[in-house]
């Protein structure tokens, strides 16, 4: 069966300190991969997403980075986080057509 | 650019009463359409999803949405609350005409706020 794998599912962090959030998919082969971030009042806002293994696109500039060194395997990092980065991280993956499945969620608080 | 707006980020109705709630998108031609539940602290879940065929679409837990094309519209409805309805949710458009890396887009939801 297709599922994901999201983790940690809560981390505490300060400021200034990095990032490595990991998601891995089974079951698939050649998924399309996101990243989206979830802040208080504001939905869910698409970070990254990739089509392959070493193919990022960024939607939007920020202490954020992505990479996908494995087929199944989607990363998301920072070399220095920021009150700012503090959010619910949901990473999700669709094969080609309308069908998404998200994982678990990680809640990430900057300290 | 595609959008999607969700009136209201609040919706309180009372338990066995009706639960509506409003998603308009903004694209040039129709595009796939979804419905997410999050309860707290979790992922999302699917409720529905309009791709193709009868407008009407029924999905888990009761739930339904009829796209209107010519209202650029995909409202949720459920004809009776329960309290385990509580929740946020979402809704969702992808492009259909873009195979690789369409990302959905979301409203910012609306809190479903259920009383005894």
């Known amino acids: 069966s297709q599922t994901i794998h999201q983790w940690p599912a809560t981390l505490v962090q300060p400021v200034g300190s990095p990032l490595s959030l990991e998601c891995t998919v089974e079951g698939t082969s050649n998924p399309n991969l996101y990243w989206y971030r979830q802040a208080a009042g504001r939905g869910l806002q698409l970070l990254f997403y990739s089509v392959g293994i070493g193919q990022i696109s960024s939607e939007v500039p920020q202490n954020l980075s992505a990479s996908r060194p494995q087929d199944r395997q989607f990363i998301l990092s920072s070399k220095k986080l920021l009150l700012s980065d503090s959010g619910f991280y949901l990473c999700?993956?669709?094969?080609?057509?309308?069908?998404?499945?998200f994982g678990s969620g990680t809640r990430l608080t900057v300290v | 650019a595609q959008s999607v707006t969700q009136l209201g980020s609040h919706v309180s109705v009372s338990e066995g009463a009706l639960v509506l709630l409003r998603c308009n998108y903004s694209s040039s031609v129709p595009p796939y359409l979804f419905w997410y539940v999050q309860y707290p602290n979790q992922g999302l879940q699917l409720l529905l999803k309009y791709t193709t065929g009868a407008t009407l679409v029924k999905g888990i837990n009761g739930f339904e949405a009829e796209f209107k094309k010519s209202e650029t519209s995909f409202h949720l409805t459920k004809p009776s609350a329960h309290m385990s309805d509580a929740a946020e949710y979402f809704c969702a458009v992808s492009d259909r005409r873009v195979q690789a890396g369409t990302a959905l887009i979301f409203g910012k939801g609306t809190t479903l706020s259920v009383s005894s």
């Open positions: 999700a993956w669709n094969p080609l057509g309308p069908s998404y499945t």
